[in-house]
């Protein structure tokens, strides 16, 4: 048997649910500390907009 085409090196992407993705929010909030608030902040952009972490963390405030 001969097999043809292009081998996917993809790989499995993690996702998470949406019930998952709040616990962790209400997790890293249970810490009251200005460093977590930021987190959260990270974290839902990341989640609400698909960037990735890179991506998040390399947002600048233009005025």
Known sequence: MKI???ISNTKNKNTIT???FKDL???VT???T???RSY???LKIGYYTGM???EV???EKKI
């Open 34 to 36: 200005q460093r977590y």
């Open 30 to 32: 249970n810490n009251k």
């Open 4 to 6: 043809t085409g292009k």
């Open 52 to 54: 990735l972490l890179g």
């Open 57 to 59: 963390l390399a947002l």
């Open 18 to 20: 949406e019930k998952e």
């Open 25 to 27: 929010i209400i997790g």
């Open 40 to 42: 959260a902040i990270a």
